[in-house]
């Protein structure tokens, strides 16, 4: 279930494995990644921090509540 996973990962895990450089080589939508965590920059750490944090709680909430989230990647 993924919000067994997701509760798992920590912000001190994404901190120790985030890397801009490597993002981007790698080509990492949207490819544009880099070491700026003002409050007015997005692709950067501080913007994976809260979005994983919205993530977790959107899909607790959908948990709890029983609901579905699809979820396509491609």
Same mark, same amino acid.
Do not use: C, M
């Given at each position: !279930? =993924?919000?067994?996973? =997701? @509760?798992?990962?920590? $912000? $001190? @895990? +994404?901190?120790?494995?985030?890397?801009?450089?490597? =993002? %981007?080589? %790698? /080509? !990492?939508?949207? #490819?544009?990644?880099?070491?700026?965590?003002?409050?007015?920059?997005?692709?950067? =750490?501080?913007? +994976?921090? #809260? *979005?994983?944090?919205?993530?977790?709680? !959107? +899909?607790?909430?959908?948990?709890?509540?029983? *609901?579905? +989230?699809?979820?396509?990647? /491609?």
């Amino acid at each position: !279930i =993924l919000n067994t996973f =997701l @509760d798992k990962v920590t $912000d $001190d @895990d +994404i901190r120790t494995r985030f890397n801009s450089e490597e =993002l %981007n080589e %790698n /080509g !990492i939508f949207p #490819e544009v990644w880099h070491n700026d965590n003002s409050p007015d920059q997005a692709f950067n =750490l501080r913007h +994976i921090l #809260e *979005d994983l944090k919205e993530l977790k709680t !959107i +899909i607790n909430q959908a948990n709890k509540q029983g *609901d579905y +989230i699809f979820v396509f990647l /491609g």
